[in-house]
């Protein structure tokens, strides 16, 4: 408990005075230990500042495997009154249920990153279509070894809903082709420390292995580190486009060979703006694509601008 309220007290720091604006959105990452939540949020923050009369509170749990504590925000939220609810569900099974009550409460709910689709509710989805992200990840891995060879999957935390649409489309495009033999499935729980240590795992049954799909940066990185140490010639491939994943790209001595590159900012941004419509009555589409596209040393370096 203790290791929970210095959580939120260090996330609501970011937040600034709580509900003291018109409009009150409820702002929920999953967490906010990594590069891609803080860009999320900086894209939330850029929204809210156009538009005055927004107070945003943001809320999260100090690790994304802390569903309970994304619930009992989302909780606390309800208690002290907000209009709009944004959240990014850590389980899409086990949030449901509170972002229902919000609804039938009368608060809007916008989800974001990964949907709930339990919960039929929700004003919008704001968030990248993780199955074309993920598909891109697989052909670019299938065409660098011209379509032949043994190839792996580390995946995210399995009851995230982008955890399963980012298995889904690389491993039906992997199966689907004749000379690609998936060895491994594995979960890093989107951590890099995790992601080192399961790629160590792998790498000891399959020394030979081509390439993997890592389902996030951070665990791509962690992948690194042990390809590195193990000197295997292994692919990797990730999925973020953060800046160390993205430098990693255009180091010829680094696995890191590609990562899918999703608009954080914009997924912050475009939240808030469709939680600000939202409460004004406005149209507001129900799903709201940020968009994909594949990070290579050709074009790295538009990233890192």
């Known amino acids: 408990m203790k290791r929970f309220l210095v959580a939120l007290a260090l996330v609501v720091s970011l937040a600034g005075t709580a509900f003291a604006g018109q409009i009150r959105i409820g702002f929920v990452p999953k967490a906010m230990d990594s590069e891609f939540w803080q860009a999320v949020r900086r894209g939330a923050e850029a929204a809210a500042a156009e538009h005055p009369e927004i107070e945003l509170s943001v809320l999260s749990a100090d690790r994304e495997v802390n569903v309970q504590q994304q619930i009992q925000i989302i909780d606390d939220f309800l208690i002290k009154g907000v209009d709009v609810l944004c959240v990014a569900p850590a389980g899409a099974m086990e949030v449901a249920p509170s972002l229902q009550k919000a609804h039938d409460e009368g608060v809007p709910v916008i989800v974001f990153d990964s949907d709930a689709p339990s919960f039929t509710d929700r004003v919008a989805f704001v968030g990248t279509n993780n199955i074309i992200g993920s598909r891109l990840a697989a052909e670019y891995i299938i065409k660098r070894l011209n379509g032949k060879g043994k190839v792996a999957i580390m995946m995210g935390i399995m009851g995230h809903q982008t955890a399963r649409e980012r298995l889904e489309g690389a491993e039906a495009l992997f199966n689907a082709t004749p000379g690609i033999e998936l060895v491994a499935k594995n979960s890093a729980?989107?951590?890099?420390?995790?992601?080192?240590?399961?790629?160590?795992?792998?790498?000891?049954?399959?020394?030979?292995?081509?390439?993997?799909?890592?389902?996030?940066?951070?665990?791509?990185?962690?992948?690194?580190?042990?390809?590195?140490?193990?000197?295997?010639?292994?692919?990797?491939?990730?999925?973020d486009a953060n800046d160390e994943a993205v430098r990693a790209v255009t180091d010829p001595s680094n696995p890191i060979a590609a990562t899918v590159a999703q608009n954080t900012h914009n997924i912050g941004k475009f939240t808030v703006e469709a939680a600000y419509k939202t409460f004004k009555g406005e149209k507001v589409e129900p799903h709201i694509d940020t968009g994909t596209d594949l990070v290579t040393i050709e074009n790295a370096a538009e990233y890192l601008k």
């Open 189 to 239: 729980n989107w951590e890099r420390a995790q992601g080192m240590n399961v790629m160590e795992d792998i790498l000891s049954t399959h020394p030979d292995l081509d390439a993997i799909f890592c389902c996030n940066d951070l665990m791509a990185m962690g992948a690194a580190e042990a390809v590195l140490a193990a000197g295997a010639k292994t692919i990797i491939v990730g999925f």
